[in-house]
């Protein structure tokens, strides 16, 4: 047996530190020994901590102490306001760690699909961190990018849906490091997947080394288990079936027989060919898929049939494969009702005119047995960890899609192809889901979701974008391509636009600036439920007494509402309380609703 030397070695500490323990302990006891007490629980903690993983230096962020005195709040532009019916979407524009954050009290466990494409940190300075590029020269590059992307994965995970993924882009420059922080993040039994996109359709010959021709994509699920929903069937895969026989749909020819008779001996047994009258068996060690009843069900499609004992109980065994004695006995076989001659007639004109039976017969009905598969019950096409171009476009074609949109100009130097995030909307979204993108850089996954919902009747998914503003990103691509597609594509889409703001919190407490938090409390409830409070049949925000009692007292007439939003110095009665309650609405007190456990 090998020796695991880090264990014998954090052994070896852990006892060294309860040696000091205890000779602390048995000294004069002050303010000193406690601190020392403190200091040991500390460094017994880290020996005790991770056994294996990820490694890196961890660093604040200059949002990270800005979070640390603020909360941070929106602020909607309502000049960008995009009324065009359908879904209600949302742009915020400000660093996603906010965003994010924000997002936890509006938003926890109800995204079902999170797509990101962070910075791929390549040194090339396409990362900034705390307004800084960071390049080659860096000795804490890694260490600054995984510290960036943990925080903001860790909250993500929170915001995830228990059905939810979330799919992240990324090339061989920090792939291993994130693989092995979402392990860590996600668990490494919810990772489904690496997904190689073949990112080009041209590879140069001037070249050197080894050509980049894909790019990863990890997928990761809130809970084990997760299941991909399948693709649309191809014309390809389509062209395999047939309908020789006008049954009710096209079918293919399947097996029918399963492995491991053994352990299924009451489905071996023998049929009687209704065309030819002799004696089928399942292969050595097979036997058949469906029980006996459903057999003899689908042979009376020929003819009529019945169960008889054979006391073939040595052909059963030897297929089997167990000594005669043990096989199970009293195993009756399906067999003509009449004889031969009487029956063959009957199951030819079924051969000759059709639709035969589930279980048919080859080589022109004299030859073995086979099963119906119909294509209506087999079903999309499962999703493999290799996407093609052809099948979910390149980056030349993204670059195409946004210079058409921008006239001529290509305003982001690496957007993602429409198809490519349609085919994530397809198989890990469902039609009312919340789609979110916070590193939504030209608005790809947006655009991709109005693009589907338009092409899929029965979609009506919503999307959540969050970027900064560097270079005037949010404001002069990404809203501006959303705007210009909504309108040229004619899509039922609305979108609101919001700014993280932040309030001072530090050296107050929540009942100071409680007040504040109110002025931003319509964005937070716009958001979290998917609307346009103006006007809005069914969900209210009432901040004063007056608001309050004129709602309850024409409260009949208001028979829509389901959830209000009461400000923190409303007080109800009890009686008031009974009738809304009565009436199945929803009270929500704000700010504390979104805030409150911010109070220290």
Known sequence: MSTNVSKQKRDELIAKIGAIRHFISSAPQDENTGNLLTYLAELEKDVNGKKYGLVFEEHCEEIDKMLETHTPVLNEEKDLFISNGGQMNFLMEGDNLASLTILEKTHKGKIDLIYIDPPYNTGNKDFIYDDAFVDKTDLFSHSKWLSFMSERLLIAKRLLSKNGAIFISIDDKEEAGLKLLCDSIFGENCFAANISWQRTYSIRNDSKGIPLEVEHILVYSKQENWQPNKLPRTAKMNASYKNPDGDRCAWMSGSPIASDAKTHQGMVYGIQHPLTGKMLYPNHTAHWRYSQEQMLEYMNGWCGYKLEDLHDDEKRAEICGVPVEEVRKNVKAIVLEKPFEQSYPIAKKVFDNGPWPRFYFTSGGKGGIRRKVYADSVGGRITTNYW???????????????????????????????????????????????VLDFFAGSGSTGHAVMNYNKANLNSNRRFILCTNNENNICRNVTYERLKRVIHKESYGASLKYYKVVYVPVSDRLYYEYADELLNYVRELVELENGIHIKGNPEVLIILTEEEFDEFMEHIDEHTKYHKLYLGHDILMDAQQAQILKDRNITINIIPDYYDKELEV
Not at 395 to 405: H, V
Not at 406 to 412: A, Q, V
């Open 388 to 434: 093609m171009y052809d099948e979910v476009g390149h980056t030349d074609e993204a670059k195409k899609e946004l210079k058409s949109i921008f006239e001529g100009n290509i305003p982001f130097d690496t957007p993602k192809p429409i198809r490519l995030l349609e085919r994530i909307l397809q198989i890990a979204s469902n039609n009312d889901s919340i």
